[in-house]
């Protein structure tokens, strides 16, 4: 099983990043196959539909990633009540191919106590890809974040756990469902 984690945002250490990768590094340790496309070491050209991006390095790579799939991690910060610029223009480069009938859990991290409406807003744009969404979804803020916001990666507090045996067992669902 190969997991995607598609990190939204553009600063280093951003504690949304920090969970999404103790997450990939938790489904190591269970021998998932997790991997983190990190848009603070990625950085995308604004996408541009009148424009080619068949030759970007970044956007190949990432199209490719997301591809090889068989489950997908979106993390945001939450700015303005919605999600990072970074992560819709990294959406914008991908479609239904990359999303259709996949499980898609949505992180989020707020400065607030908590951060919906990044989350919901994925969920739609989940939807309109033909993905999956997990019934679970993980939102830090507050007091929370203080647990993603120093080391580069951190243990899982059980809401993060539960999130994440949802969407492999959702993955392994899907998966011997397609044999």
């Known amino acids: 099983m190969k997991i995607a984690f598609l990190t939204g945002s553009n600063r280093k250490g951003a504690s949304s990043t920090i969970l999404a990768k103790s997450m990939a590094e938790r489904m190591e340790r269970m021998h998932v ?4 496309f990190d848009l603070a070491e990625w950085q995308l050209p604004i996408y541009s539909p009148d424009s080619d991006y068949s030759n970007h390095d970044g956007v190949q790579r990432m199209s490719r990633f997301m591809m090889e799939a068989d489950g997908i991690v979106l993390s ?4 303005h009540g919605s999600i990072s610029g970074a992560l819709k223009n990294a959406l914008d480069y991908l479609g239904q191919a990359h999303f259709a009938d996949k499980p898609v859990l949505s992180i989020g991290s707020a400065g607030g106590p908590v951060g919906v409406s990044s989350l919901t807003q994925l969920q739609a744009i989940v939807r309109n890809l033909h993905g999956i969404n997990c019934p679970h979804w993980i939102s830090i803020g507050g007091d929370g ?3 993603y916001a120093s080391a580069s990666t951190a243990e ?3 809401r993060a756990e539960q999130a994440m045996e949802a ?13």
Do not use: K, Y
């Open 33 to 36: 196959q997790a991997s983190v």
């Open 76 to 79: 945001t910060p939450e700015f």
């Open 145 to 147: 974040r203080a647990r």
């Open 156 to 158: 899982l507090d059980n």
């Open 167 to 179: 969407l492999l067992d959702l993955a392994g669902r899907l998966m011997r469902s397609r044999v």
